[in-house]
């Protein structure tokens, strides 16, 4: 006679769920480095579709994108190396990174500002990144970009300018 199978682990998180959730795991990954491995993996798509949404939200495309030579990157909207949710050159072209896939980029801004990052949608997020960097580019610092983004003039999502207001929120805190 066989015996009955064991019951599941206490610690399961959502029914159905057997055993511990990786984010419960003690060898959890850090979800920079798998943002970068997503990100690498997919970079043809994404690069395309952050390209794509520059131009549907009006920037120029002598301000899209920037090449990267040290990692093989011609020229593209989408650095997928990079850590933080994007960047902007001197000369104001802005590029998407893979922190856009980091549930946890945030964090450094509070907890409110990090739920809210975690729980925004993608296309929300990579209009709160294109327009937090095209003020950048426009006003010069990092600073004039988190007061002026949530109000941009470009066409970005209701909820990118509310994501955007969350962070700016989180950014005054920290100063």
């Given at each position: 006679?066989?015996?009955?199978?064991?019951?599941?682990?206490?610690?399961?998180?959502?029914?159905?769920?057997?055993?511990?959730?990786?984010?419960?795991?003690?060898?959890?990954?850090?979800?920079?480095?798998?943002?970068?491995?997503?990100?690498?993996?997919y970079?043809?798509?994404?690069?395309?579709?952050?390209?794509?949404?520059?131009?549907?939200?009006?920037?120029?495309t002598?301000?899209?994108?920037?090449?990267?030579?040290?990692?093989?990157?011609?020229?593209?909207?989408?650095?997928?190396?990079?850590?933080?949710?994007?960047?902007?050159?001197?000369?104001?072209?802005?590029?998407?990174?893979?922190?856009?896939?980091?549930?946890?980029?945030?964090?450094?801004?509070?907890?409110?500002?990090s739920?809210?990052?975690?729980?925004?949608?993608?296309?929300?997020?990579?209009?709160?990144?294109?327009?937090?960097?095209?003020?950048?580019?426009?006003?010069?610092?990092?600073?004039?970009?988190?007061?002026?983004?949530?109000?941009?003039?470009?066409?970005?999502?209701?909820?990118?300018?509310?994501?955007?207001?969350?962070?700016?929120?989180?950014?005054?805190?920290?100063?």
């Amino acid at each position: 006679m066989t015996e009955p199978p064991a019951d599941p682990p206490e610690e399961t998180a959502e029914p159905g769920m057997i055993g511990t959730t990786p984010s419960q795991r003690q060898d959890a990954r850090d979800p920079a480095d798998v943002a970068i491995e997503f990100s690498w993996r997919y970079f043809e798509p994404i690069d395309y579709h952050a390209g794509h949404r520059m131009t549907e939200l009006g920037i120029h495309t002598d301000l899209i994108g920037t090449p990267e030579h040290e990692v093989g990157i011609e020229h593209a909207a989408f650095h997928p190396h990079q850590r933080n949710a994007g960047g902007v050159s001197p000369e104001g072209r802005i590029v998407v990174e893979s922190g856009i896939f980091n549930p946890t980029l945030m964090e450094p801004l509070g907890p409110e500002a990090s739920q809210a990052w975690g729980k925004s949608r993608l296309r929300h997020r990579l209009d709160a990144i294109i327009a937090h960097e095209y003020e950048e580019g426009q006003r010069g610092t990092h600073e004039d970009a988190v007061e002026h983004a949530p109000n941009t003039k470009l066409p970005i999502y209701d909820e990118s300018r509310e994501l955007l207001r969350v962070l700016r929120k989180g950014e005054q805190r920290q100063r």
